[in-house]
């Protein structure tokens, strides 16, 4: 792995990383496709090209027919947003498209809206802690100082409070995640009415948290990401769904939905737009 990543390092000192597909995944993660050109900060695989999405990026003029982003948007600022986002439209030939997928913020505050409506009508447990839930969705990832974060705490508790919820949110990424810190033998036992209080960190450890991109910087709903995708200079912004695409066979390459159709982030906005051709 050291040696792929230094070979594509040198690439990168050159100038330009050596490209082998049309198709972009930046911020790929572990969620990536052979036939793509894939890309991310941390690479989860050799066949990951390290690249910081923060700087210019490593490629030619037009040299993609498609650029896809899966849930990194919202760890840029509105600032290095804009800046990625003139990158790929850069990287990307006249007429193509791009895709961008981030956790979306009217999906979250109208769940969390009808769970406060809920929650206020009467002494129902379960209608608290689906409010509480919706709570932890909408802030936590911005607010958090340590990996994980009251969501990570939220999973770790035995029985997990609302997993029902939680599961048809999130999906089945999520479901795996909490399946897997349930399966934890380290894991210490935890009162769940204890899921809100973070244990202190120092100062110096909230800021290196900070610097390692886990926390939200931005969040997006259908009007503010087209906006940002105009602003970008891309054209006809507009929502799909999951399995519905302007990319040639993408629901192929199962990067939103698996082969039966399944989303794996149902929690997320959805939106592509085109590099206009002139
Ligand atoms: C929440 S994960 C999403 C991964 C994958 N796209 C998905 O949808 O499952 C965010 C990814 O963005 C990557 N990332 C964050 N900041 C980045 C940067 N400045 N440059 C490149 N990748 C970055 C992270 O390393 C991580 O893999």
């Known amino acids: 792995m050291l040696s792929s990543i230094m070979?594509?390092?040198?690439?990168v000192y050159a100038g330009r990383l050596a490209t082998t597909s049309p198709l972009l995944n930046v911020g790929c993660g572990n969620r990536f496709h052979a036939a793509w050109t894939n890309a991310d900060l941390m690479p989860a695989s050799p066949e990951v090209l390290p690249i910081d999405l923060r700087r210019r990026l490593p490629f030619a003029d037009s040299t993609f027919a498609a650029a896809y982003s899966s849930h990194v948007l919202e760890h840029l600022t509105p600032l290095e947003a804009r800046g990625f986002l003139r990158e790929m439209q850069?990287?990307?030939?006249?007429?193509?498209?791009?895709r961008i997928v981030v956790p979306d913020l009217e999906g979250i505050v109208r769940g969390y809206l009808r769970?406060?409506?809920e929650a206020a009508c009467g002494a129902d447990t379960e209608a608290r802690w689906r409010h509480r839930w919706m709570t932890v969705e909408l802030l936590d990832q911005m607010v958090r100082t340590q990996s994980g974060g009251a969501m990570g705490r939220w999973w770790s508790c035995t029985p997990v409070p609302c997993l029902d919820l939680i599961q048809e949110r999130l999906g089945a990424e999520a479901?795996?995640?909490?399946?897997?810190?349930q399966a934890r033998t380290d894991r210490t036992f935890l009162d769940p009415v204890d899921i809100?209080?973070?244990?202190?960190?120092?100062d110096r450890e909230a800021m290196a948290f900070a610097a390692?991109?886990?926390?939200?910087?931005?969040m997006y709903d259908r009007v503010s990401l087209a906006d940002v995708l105009r602003e970008s200079g891309f054209t006809e912004p507009r929502p799909m769904t999951a399995?519905?695409?302007?990319?040639?066979?993408?629901?192929?390459?199962?990067l939103d939905a698996d082969a039966s159709g399944n989303i794996l982030k149902p929690d997320s906005l959805f939106m592509e737009a085109v590099r206009p051709s002139a």
Request: aromatic content about 6%.
């Open 7 to 11: 070979a594509a390092a040198r690439g």
């Open 90 to 98: 850069r990287v990307l030939r006249p007429g193509g498209v791009v």
């Open 115 to 117: 769970a406060l409506d």
């Open 175 to 181: 479901t795996m995640a909490i399946a897997s810190q």
């Open 196 to 202: 809100l209080l973070a244990p202190a960190v120092s």
């Open 212 to 218: 390692r991109g886990e926390r939200h910087k931005w």
């Open 243 to 254: 399995v519905e695409s302007r990319i040639p066979a993408f629901t192929t390459y199962e």
